[in-house]
């Protein structure tokens, strides 16, 4: 079962301008995790905020939680045309010890 | 390098066989990962392995197979049962610590059953 939803499913913006892309999820979590995909490639993990953390920062992105909605929210800051792809949030259920739980992704454009 | 590698990228197959996708990791994790991807769709949990000669069905096992024999190696098994095996396969492996959650991915196989 899909744990994540994200949201929007697809957005479209010019190089330069921020990205920002939403995760709900259901259930208790012990961390929650995002990660890109290219067309046609397999994924590869951005970052990881556990559930006593709020927010956490990698670069030009920064990541959210809040634990009482039940939701993340993905920020991408000056964006660049190589930053098209896929985007994911996935979370790891309370216990720890589960496989990821994946959302359907938002499929981010940038144009240059 | 390390990494993961799934073989071949690209699978073709008559409807009615079987087919077998490769997963081969030297990250030395214990845990591997099979999922199904869709177009425009999430990532879905076939199977999963822990710990070596032991695996857990995922949300959709039935039709697939697994086996975990070496700790490198997780291969899928698509049979003719699944009904539709046409997808995008990828293999994820991660060190089964409580301080690293992060699975690392291989690059897919694309299977295509006419």
């Known amino acids: 079962s899909q744990q994540g939803e994200e949201d929007p499913q697809a957005l479209s913006i010019q190089e330069g301008e921020n990205a920002t892309m939403n995760c709900s999820y259901k259930t208790s979590i012990n961390n929650l995790q995002w990660y890109r995909q290219n067309s046609g490639r397999g994924l590869v993990h951005l970052i990881l905020i556990r559930s006593n953390e709020r927010e956490k920062h990698s670069g030009r992105l920064r990541v959210t939680l809040d634990t009482s909605k039940k939701s993340s929210s993905l920020l991408i800051t000056a964006s660049r045309a190589a930053d098209t792809a896929s985007y994911f949030c996935a979370t790891v259920l309370l216990s720890g010890n589960t496989p990821l739980v994946f959302g359907k992704g938002t499929r981010l454009s940038v144009i240059a | 390098d390390g990494g993961i590698t799934q073989s071949p990228k690209y699978l073709f197959r008559k409807e009615g066989q079987n087919v077998t996708l490769s997963c081969e990791q030297n990250?030395?994790?214990?845990?591997m990962y099979w999922y199904r991807q869709d177009p425009g769709q999430g990532l879905r949990l076939i199977y999963y392995s822990q710990i070596v000669n032991d695996f857990q069905k995922g949300d959709i096992a039935e039709g697939y197979s697994v086996s975990r024999e070496k700790k490198e190696s997780f291969p899928l098994t698509v049979t003719s049962a699944q009904k539709n095996p046409t997808a995008f396969y990828l293999c994820?492996?991660?060190?089964?610590?409580?301080?690293?959650?992060?699975?690392?991915f291989g690059p897919g196989t694309r299977l295509t059953v006419t």
């Open positions: 990250l030395n994790h214990d845990a």
């Open positions: 994820a492996s991660r060190y089964q610590g409580a301080l690293s959650y992060e699975q690392y």
